[in-house]
């Protein structure tokens, strides 16, 4: 019997070509790692190259919550890579109000073209050549955190919400063409975009809405690998019966009826 020693041996996206947004740091950054390990060839993007992409992976700077920027990443991904055949949405995050009503408008605005409309956008430019190759994965990256809803992060959730919503009417659409899409849902996971909103949520003084608890069921935080893996999974060929679905990778925070 032969033992892989190694998963990244497995090379198992070799040949594939794939797009992570926010992919500079966090969560993003394990994703990328974990495609390049695979195989994957990968391109990714930030609004500025503050943080370093991951070794191995070309970058474009564009804000992808603006039509522009968006259009800039297609661009890009023709150049660099010729094409798409993995498209991670990753791109996201909010800040807390102190109320659902006390949100300003801009704010509004700001928080469904980062979190919702960016995926909507790129997915608009880039999946119609996924379509007609007749093959290609996406995966939308929601929040596990989305009930109870949460007045000081409506906007937050509204969003990621939409995106789900969103996602299983796209997986409808471009199933018959070979095309799946799915959605990963993170929970409290150890990184430094995570670690201040935490720490933000706790400067407002709030009661009600989402209770942090001490420590996830399952005893630890979770890692940006938790999240990278169940996203490297869902792209992989080991998932080409899965589409249409939202996998929760929380630790058991949030359990979804």
């Known amino acids: 019997m032969t033992t892989v020693e190694n998963r990244s041996e497995l090379r198992e996206l070799a040949g594939r070509r794939a797009l992570v947004t926010g992919g500079t740091r966090g969560i993003g950054a394990?994703?990328?790692?974990?495609?390049?390990?695979?195989?994957?060839?990968?391109?990714?993007?930030a609004r500025s190259a503050s943080s370093p992409a991951p070794e191995g992976a070309a970058f474009v700077a564009?804000?992808?919550?603006?039509?522009?920027?968006?259009?800039?990443?297609?661009?890009?991904?023709?150049?660099?890579?010729?094409?798409v055949d993995v498209l991670v949405h990753n791109a996201g995050g909010a800040q807390g109000y102190k109320s659902g009503l006390a949100?300003?408008?801009?704010?509004?605005?700001?928080?469904?073209?980062?979190n919702f409309l960016a995926a909507v956008r790129l997915n608009?430019?880039?999946?119609?050549?996924?379509?007609?190759?007749?093959?290609?994965?996406?995966?939308?990256?929601?929040?596990?955190?989305?009930?109870p809803p949460s007045?000081?992060?409506?906007?937050?959730?509204?969003a990621k919400v939409a995106l789900e919503a969103y996602s299983h009417g796209l997986a409808a659409e471009l199933a018959p063409f070979g095309v799946r899409v799915n959605v990963v849902a993170p929970g409290r996971t150890a990184t430094p975009g995570g670690e201040a909103t935490r720490e933000h949520w706790?400067?407002?003084?709030?009661?009600?809405?989402?209770?942090?608890?001490?420590?996830?069921p399952l005893g630890r935080e979770g890692r940006p690998e938790d999240i990278a893996d169940a996203v490297a999974f869902l792209v992989s060929d080991r998932a080409s019966w899965i589409t249409g679905q939202c996998l929760?990778?929380?630790g058991g925070e949030f359990p979804r009826g």
């Open 30 to 45: 394990g994703v990328v790692r974990r495609l390049l390990d695979a195989g994957a060839q990968v391109l990714t993007t």
């Open 62 to 83: 564009a804000d992808v919550q603006t039509s522009a920027g968006a259009e800039a990443v297609a661009a890009a991904v023709q150049e660099e890579l010729g094409g």
């Open 103 to 114: 949100i300003p408008d801009e704010v509004w605005q700001h928080t469904l073209d980062l």
């Open 124 to 147: 608009a430019l880039l999946a119609p050549g996924m379509r007609d190759r007749g093959a290609g994965a996406i995966v939308h990256v929601s929040t596990a955190a989305l009930f």
């Open 151 to 158: 007045p000081p992060f409506l906007h937050y959730q509204a």
């Open 202 to 216: 706790a400067s407002l003084n709030l009661t009600g809405g989402i209770e942090a608890v001490a420590t996830p």
């Open 248 to 250: 929760g990778v929380d």
